[in-house]
């Protein structure tokens, strides 16, 4: 005899079941909690019906978590996207210590063929990819303009430490014993502090700092303000 299907047990709904999951999921997948936001209201609406009514707890906990959600999501982000801005930050000035150490590798060179360092980039062969972030003096006349920024390139030098400026370009008498300092300029997270690097041929004293030749020195950190 086939049991009366007005007393069959009432199948829970899995509704409620997907939207709890989609929240868990939305945790680390923003767009699903939405879903589940959207998934349990629906629950709720429908929790008169017995199938709903099993599991509208399912409902109710995944619009809890959409509550604890929201703060969390907050606090992660104002913790995170400063600490990305930072990171990308770090990453542009790799550019400026990369391309000072090539010149640098060009001066070298130059110095072995002509017992002189150069003044320009041309002189010594150097040269940018293009789209840099930085302006390059390679001495006191040869300046690579910046190519990917909005701050123009007077502003940029006009963010030289004091006496910087001095410094670059070839000096002393070959012959017996010269150098040559190179210096960067940027603007690396469009704040107005300036960014500077410098590396020379010789050893010297850099802001109470012995810095070795061949080693990119920040003069001024524009992270750092």
Request: glycine content about 6%.
């Amino acid at each position: 005899m086939n049991p009366n299907p007005m007393n069959a047990p009432v199948k829970p709904a899995v509704l409620p079941v997907v939207a709890l999951v989609l929240g868990v999921i939305g945790f680390c997948f923003p767009p699903f909690f939405l879903i589940a936001i959207v998934l349990a209201i629906v629950s709720l609406v429908k929790a008169a019906e017995p199938a709903y009514a099993a599991r509208k707890t399912l409902a109710i906990i995944t619009l809890v978590l959409g509550f604890v959600y929201v703060p969390v999501v907050g606090i992660l982000a104002a913790i995170a996207i400063p600490n990305f801005i930072k990171f990308q930050a770090r990453s542009k000035q790799s550019e400026c210590k990369a391309n000072l150490k090539a010149a640098f590798q060009a001066q070298k060179a130059y110095f072995a063929e002509k017992n002189t360092y150069g003044t320009t980039a041309e002189e010594i062969g150097f040269s940018l990819e293009p789209r840099n972030r930085y302006n390059y003096r390679i001495g006191p006349d040869s300046l690579i303009p910046a190519t990917q920024t909005t701050t123009p390139s007077q502003e940029l030098e006009a963010g030289y430490p004091p006496g910087l400026i001095d410094l670059v370009g070839l000096h002393g008498d070959c012959a017996d014993k010269c150098d040559v300092t190179m210096v960067c300029a940027g603007n690396v997270d469009n704040d107005p502090f300036v960014d500077v690097w410098s590396i020379s041929t010789g050893q010297r004293t850099a802001n109470g700092e012995v810095v070795p030749a061949g080693v990119p020195f920040n003069e001024a950190d524009d992270l750092s303000n």
